[in-house]
């Protein structure tokens, strides 16, 4: 993170892109995506699901703290849910998690849901 970064982002908000429990790949994942943002940031996300449970999830991005914030908050709104509880998150439930969080970056939530249902999709498409 730099020095400008601290200066638009909340404390809070700082906190969870610096203890991110969700950050990473996975090996031989169940579902994978990979979507590009219109900012040009980039996000995947991988899943592990059981008895149609999200039992891990992992998300990789190498955009700014608000993507990074973002998909750590949408894997943790999802881990342990059911596939239906996770396609009903939206990408306001994600922002409201993150009060603070710049508006000029509230596109960062729609990218990070995004990224989510195109993984459940590549699992519940897959024959």
Known sequence: MTAEDNSI??????????????????????????VKGPCGDE??????????????VKFYTNGCVATLVCGETTADLVEGKTLDEALAI??????????????????????????????????LLKP
Do not use: W
């Not at 982002?9 to 990979?34: C, E, M, V």
């Not at 922002?95 to 590549?122: E, Y």
């Open 90 to 123: 939206s990408p306001k439930q994600v922002k409201d998690k993150l009060p603070g969080l710049p508006l000029d970056h509230s596109h960062c939530s729609i990218l990070a849901v995004t990224t989510l249902f195109r993984a459940i999709a590549d699992y």
């Open 9 to 34: 982002y909340p404390s809070h908000i700082l906190t969870i892109a610096k203890n991110t429990q969700h950050l990473g790949r996975l090996n031989g994942p169940d579902a994978s995506s990979y």
């Open 43 to 56: 996000m995947e996300f991988y899943l592990i699901i059981n008895n149609n449970m999200i039992e891990e």
